[in-house]
């Protein structure tokens, strides 16, 4: 939501004037030379797909690849441009109108089709589940189950879902993407908490507009990465460092942790998870025990403790950047990331004003130093509210950082997942 | 006494509240954001769930956890207000049911378009919302700035 708003006045901008872009491109990461295999796959930081770059909401910060899609066993297939690439959930999902192939139903024992609503902070999208052959660089995924958000043939959420908030992310502009590639540290997107009717999550559908919430099945969504059939116990995601803003950054997902000569963990510190794939982070005085790192977010967020500035919230508008944190000046700070497993490592980060980074006309599509207070300021404005225990690791984390995401229960060379290493 | 040490103590009377409410066996009335305290247990009843309340100086919390395990929290007033809520989980509440009338104002503003899908903050006129997260671990509060109680802190809303 907040990048969004910030780069709307982006869009206004580049209507008085914009020329080629201020911003440059980068690319490289995993330092050189660059990898190479069947499990080395492109990825991309840049505005979006049609539909989101060049629009008033372009992305930032937003991790992309391609996926191709086949209809299962045939050689029937599509390659989607701009998935997301994401390490805070599990499971690819597709937006129904970048999807052209018609793909089979999943059906449950009983031969009903199973859809989902699935839960993000601000909503859910909602969708069935549809089976597909996927293919990343030369891994193939078969008769993977692939949410398909806003397929017309199933339109009507469930009850319970409207109650997540309104199932708005369901078109490509709203996502941000033409879909999302969940490759988290855990198997399946849901997992036990699905496992009884109310969980608002899974439905079975007796036509196309009446799914209800039946509670277990035996079937959930899960990571890809998960079934192809080698270097499938995680992945690491390799981009380069990034100074100050850039148009577009390019670097690699590589599958597989210690599996080819290519993703041995080498030097990086391994920080293990708690059941909710959460570590703890020590910034200042506090010790923010729901802690993650996940390329799905576009920021540094972390509890505002009164001494950084902020921009207005929204729906605030004064701003280039409502929400964000606007100190006067760039601001150098380190936190403290440690793991279950007692491991800590310092990271040092800064945070720019992010009013002034998107206040030129140039494209900018990475920021570095794009960070957002974890929570909001209360309405009177003065007093600060730091009930928050998550520092949230984004996509500025990975810059310039070799980030290894490990799967629950899978072996590597470095004991079982889930974990992530840097 | 400083500061840190009232804070101690206080946790601790928070917590023995709760044991003693939780071994009485009778639940009390509760309801959603910005309504009054009332003998319909809706919430339990919609969410399937458990409840085990606590009081301290100046309100009471009221704390439901659902069958998927996601917590909700309750915060009333003297007054007999509810002026919060909080929720940690594996799951989305619904927040039909948590937010009430406030739902509608949640949902308008949390359909703005946007990127970022792991933090939503909204300050409306008399409606702020925090939610935060990712897949298996949602976090989050709303509150009625004009419903908290005197000397009240936010920061407190766990």
Redesign the interface.
């Known amino acids: 939501m907040r990048a969004n708003l910030v780069v709307a006045f982006i869009g206004m901008l580049c209507v008085v004037g914009c020329g080629g872009g201020g911003s440059s491109a980068v690319s490289g990461g995993g330092g050189t030379p660059a990898p190479t295999g069947a499990n080395v796959q492109p990825v991309t930081v840049d505005s979006g797909p049609t539909g989101v770059a060049g629009t008033s909401n372009p992305a930032v910060n937003t991790l992309y690849t391609t996926v191709t899609l086949c209809v299962p066993g045939t050689t029937t297939c599509q390659a989607i441009d701009h998935i997301q690439v994401d390490t805070g959930s599990s499971g690819l999902r597709i937006i129904n109108t970048a999807l052209t192939l018609s793909l089979p139903l999943q059906k449950d024992a009983n031969g009903n089709v199973i859809a989902e609503c699935v839960h993000f902070v601000d909503g859910s999208s909602w969708g069935p589940i549809r089976q597909a052959d996927i293919k990343i660089s030369g891994e193939t995924a078969s008769n993977l189950e692939v949410q398909v958000i806003g397929d017309a043939a199933y339109p009507t959420p469930g009850n319970g879902c409207i109650g997540t908030g309104k199932t708005a992310e369901n078109t490509v502009a709203s996502f941000g993407a033409n879909g999302i590639l969940g490759v988290g540290p855990f198997i399946q997107d849901c997992g036990a908490a699905c496992n009884q009717a109310g969980a608002a999550t899974y439905y079975t559908c007796t036509s196309s507009t009446a799914c209800t919430d039946t509670g277990a099945i035996a079937l959930q969504v899960i990571n890809p990465v998960t079934a192809f059939a080698a270097d499938n116990n995680g992945v690491i995601i390799e981009l380069p460092a990034v100074s100050g803003t850039a148009a577009s950054v390019s670097g690699y997902l590589i599958f597989g942790i210690g599996t080819q000569g290519n993703n041995g963990l080498g030097t990086a510190q391994v920080v293990t998870l708690d059941a909710n794939g959460e570590l703890t982070t020590n910034y200042k005085t506090q010790v923010l025990n729901q802690s993650f790192i996940d390329s799905g977010s576009n920021a540094y967020y972390f509890p505002d403790d009164g001494s950084i500035h902020s921009c207005p919230p929204p729906p605030d508008t004064s701003t280039h950047a409502p929400g964000f944190y606007c100190p006067a000046t760039t601001v150098n700070l380190s936190a403290t990331i440690v793991g279950a497993n007692g491991v800590s490592s310092s990271i040092n980060f800064s945070v720019a004003d992010a009013d002034s980074l998107f206040s030129t006309n140039a494209t900018v599509a990475a920021a570095a130093s794009l960070a957002a207070p974890s929570n909001s300021v209360s309405a009177n404005g003065s007093t600060t509210f730091s009930g928050t225990q998550t520092f949230d690791w984004g996509l500025p984390f990975y810059f310039g950082h070799n980030v290894y995401t490990a799967i629950e229960n899978k072996n590597t060379s470095a004991g079982v997942g889930p974990y992530f290493a840097f | 006494m400083n500061p840190a040490s009232a804070k101690a103590i206080r946790v601790l009377g928070w917590l023995t509240a709760g044991v003693l409410a939780s071994q009485a066996i009778c639940l009390p009335a509760h309801a959603t954001l910005g309504e009054d305290v009332t003998t319909v247990e809706n919430d339990l009843i919609q969410?399937?769930a458990q409840l085990r309340t606590t009081s301290v100086a100046g309100y009471t919390v009221h704390e439901i956890q659902?069958?998927?395990?996601?917590v909700v929290r309750e915060y009333v007033s003297a007054s007999g207000k509810v002026f919060a809520v909080?929720w940690s989980?594996?799951?989305?509440?619904?927040?039909?049911?948590t937010l009430g009338r406030y739902f509608d104002e949640?949902?308008?503003?949390?359909?703005?378009?946007?990127?970022?899908?792991?933090?939503?903050?909204?300050?409306?006129t008399?409606l702020?919302?925090?939610?935060?997260?990712?897949?298996?671990?949602?976090?989050?509060?709303a509150y009625v700035?004009s419903l908290l109680p005197p000397n009240f802190?936010?920061?407190?809303?766990?």
């Open positions: 969410m399937k659902t069958p998927a395990n996601t909080s989980g594996p799951l989305l509440p619904d927040f039909r049911q949640y949902n308008s503003s949390a359909s703005a378009p946007r990127v970022g899908r792991r933090h939503l903050s909204i300050e409306g008399d702020v919302v925090n939610s935060y997260g990712h897949m298996r671990a949602f976090y989050g509060n700035p802190s936010v920061a407190d809303i766990k």
